[in-house]
Nanobody, 131 residues
Framework: EVQLVESGGGLVQPGGSLRLSCEAS?????????MGWFRHVQGKEREGIAA????????YYADSVKDRFTISQGNTENSAWLQMNSLKPEDTAMYYC???????????????????????WGQGTQVTVSS
């Protein structure tokens, strides 16, 4: 089993910044070579917003967050940060991370992850952008 722990969310004013952290542990499958960040707004489908290839650091972004968010590898092998700048009210969501094969995660960046068969979602971390 894999455990995902997200942290770093909170309340921030429009234009502000937050840095989210994701740590994956447990029985990480050998095919895991990407980490991704997803967000979910109540009443809407979960969407993939950023991913990083753990083998080389290549990053991928949804258009909605490109040039504002930066994903990077964390201090441990299966961890990742999401630096979020210039936050907008529409960024308000619960944010989740996943550790999986790039062949799965990269297909979801900028798209709905509703059909993503992932069994290890963590509790997520809430980001609220409001004045």
């Amino acid at each position: 089993e894999v455990q995902l722990v997200e942290s770093g969310g909170g309340l921030v004013q429009p234009g502000g910044s937050l840095r989210l952290s994701c740590e994956a542990s447990g029985n990480i499958h050998a095919s895991t070579d990407c980490m991704g960040w997803f967000r979910h707004v109540q009443g809407k489908e979960r969407e993939g917003i950023a991913a990083i290839y753990l083998g080389g650091g290549t990053t991928y972004y949804a258009d909605s967050v490109k040039d504002r968010f930066t994903i990077s590898q964390g201090n441990t092998e299966n961890s990742a940060w999401l630096q979020m700048n210039s936050l907008k009210p529409e960024d308000t969501a619960m944010y989740y991370c996943a550790a999986d094969s790039c062949t799965k995660i990269l297909l979801l960046i900028g798209r709905s992850a509703q059909a993503y068969d992932y069994n290890y979602w963590g509790q997520g971390t809430q980001v609220t952008v409001s004045s």
